[in-house]
């Protein structure tokens, strides 16, 4: 029967081809890149974070489906969150993708509970299949970057 593997599958691949927030910002907007070599994944991602929001994001790169739909859900997921709630949904989707034991971050992932992931529950199904975690958290690991490059300002 079609189950809730069919539906991520769908979710997945309509995201990959059909990627939102494609493309580039200029400065300032801030930019940053990340490989995945074991995989061949790249993901630059553009953000421009205007009064601690996130005015605009953009995605560029190229890889597998996994990488590339997890940038475009992450794309969705940020644009107009501040950056609290971004971190936030860095750390519930991390902690979402890791096998991990995350017990010392007990208290983060507890507040973390009410975050809403959305379309992003689709790559939950990823965790079964450990080579490919890396492509799913490219993006997210990149979005930190961009966020580390902001200035103190913002
Ligand atoms: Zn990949």
């Not at 070599?37 to 205007?50: A, K, N, S, T, W």
């Not at 644009?79 to 991390?94: N, P, Q, T, W, Y």
């Not at 992931?117 to 690991?141: H, M, S, Y």
Request: aromatic share 4%; hydrophobic share 40%.
């Amino acid at each position: 029967m079609p189950g809730l593997e069919d539906l991520y599958r769908e979710i997945i691949l309509d995201h990959y081809r059909t990627p939102r927030n494609r493309g580039e910002l200029a400065p300032p907007a801030v930019r940053a890149e990340g490989h995945n070599p074991l995989c061949g994944d790249e993901i630059q991602v553009y953000l421009d974070v205007v009064d601690g929001k996130v005015n605009d994001i953009k995605v560029a790169g190229q890889g597998c489906s996994i990488s590339q739909s997890s940038a475009s859900m992450m794309s969705q997921a940020v644009k107009g969150k501040d950056l609290a709630e971004v971190r936030a949904l860095v750390r519930r989707f991390k902690g979402m993708m890791s096998v991990d034991d995350l017990s010392s971050d007990g208290d983060d992932l507890a507040a973390d509970e009410a975050v809403k992931l959305g379309d992003l529950e689709a790559l939950q199904g990823v965790v079964k299949f450990p080579v490919r975690i890396k492509c799913a958290t490219l993006a997210w690991n990149t979005l930190v970057q961009a966020m580390s490059e902001l200035p103190a300002s913002t």
